[in-house]
């Protein structure tokens, strides 16, 4: 039985929003009123964020996956659309390769379909063995100015305290569970359930040149650019994401 701790707003079609890597549910606190008049709007702390508890280690993305499916099954969700952000997003393509028949659509918000690259594999391992030296406070100064374009930007500070609440083997289990996941592509490629695509055109950590080509190729993908923005078009393109999210959301 699924033990996973979320909150949850409003009335209507389910809409599910998954935060990224060293968050939680409060990433979306003030982004998702928005939703409440026309959605029943959920977000849940992923297994080892927040208030929900770890995950036994090793586990994998499609661990977590499974887990967030479970959750859904316990709520009776009916086929909720999925928002993932970062590391939400590989957890929704989880969903969308193993348990499809939960679910009527995903969202990639500031994520990707493709598998880490060689390049990215050698970084991911060398957070993981500066955490380890290290701890976590150290990381998360670097890291979390470097999600946004403008490094003034205000939220940042907020961000900074939220990822400071990272459990340190959540931070590290996560890392190799990233690193390892599998490349979803071809699946996302096939798929025939609708995907939604907003990608940073200063994102530092996904590079916004293959989701372009990839929404080329995609019948079924939306794709938007945010040109201001990098990894965190929640606060950088508040008023527009949430926009965007609206009309995908929205049943036909």
């Given at each position: 039985m699924s033990s996973i701790y979320f909150r949850e707003i409003g009335s209507g079609p389910p809409l599910v929003f998954l935060h990224g890597f060293c968050d939680s549910h409060e990433l979306?606190?003030?982004?998702?009123?928005?939703?409440?008049?026309s959605h029943r709007v959920l977000t849940p702390d992923l297994?080892?964020?927040?208030?929900?508890?770890?995950?036994?280690?090793?586990?994998?993305?499609?661990?977590?996956?499974?887990?967030?499916?479970?959750?859904?099954?316990?709520?009776?969700?009916?086929?909720?659309?999925?928002?993932?952000?970062s590391l939400g997003g590989?957890?929704?393509?989880?969903?969308?390769?193993?348990?499809?028949?939960?679910?009527?659509?995903?969202?990639?918000?500031?994520?990707?379909?493709?598998?880490?690259?060689l390049e990215r594999k050698k970084i991911?391992?060398?957070?993981?063995?500066?955490?380890?030296?290290?701890?976590?406070?150290?990381?998360?100064?670097?890291?979390v100015p470097g999600l946004f374009a403008d490094k003034l930007n205000p939220h940042i500070e907020s961000t900074r305290q939220?990822?400071?609440?990272?459990?340190?083997?959540?931070?590290?289990?996560?890392?190799?569970?990233?690193?390892?996941?599998?490349d979803q592509s071809e699946l996302a490629l096939r798929s025939t359930l609708p995907l939604l695509i907003i990608a940073g055109a200063h994102d530092p950590l996904i590079p916004?040149?293959?989701?372009?080509?990839?929404?080329?190729?995609n019948q079924k993908c939306t794709f938007f650019e945010l040109p201001e923005a990098a990894h965190m078009g929640i606060f950088e393109a508040k008023k527009l994401c949430q926009a965007i999210?609206?009309?995908f959301a929205t049943p036909e």
């Open positions: 979306w606190a003030d982004f998702i009123g928005e939703f409440a008049s297994p080892g964020f927040g208030r929900s508890p770890e995950l036994p280690v090793p586990f994998s993305i499609d661990d977590v996956g499974d887990e967030i499916t479970e959750w859904i099954k316990k709520l009776g969700l009916e086929r909720p659309k999925i928002i993932g952000h590989y957890v929704a393509l989880s969903l969308l390769a193993r348990h499809k028949e939960q679910i009527s659509g995903i969202g990639l918000f500031h994520s990707t379909p493709f598998a880490d690259t991911r391992q060398k957070v993981i063995q500066f955490v380890q030296l290290n701890g976590i406070e150290p990381f998360i100064e670097t890291f939220r990822a400071l609440a990272t459990k340190k083997e959540a931070l590290l289990s996560y890392s190799v569970a990233m690193r390892d996941r599998t916004i040149e293959d989701l372009r080509k990839f929404a080329k190729i999210i609206s009309r």
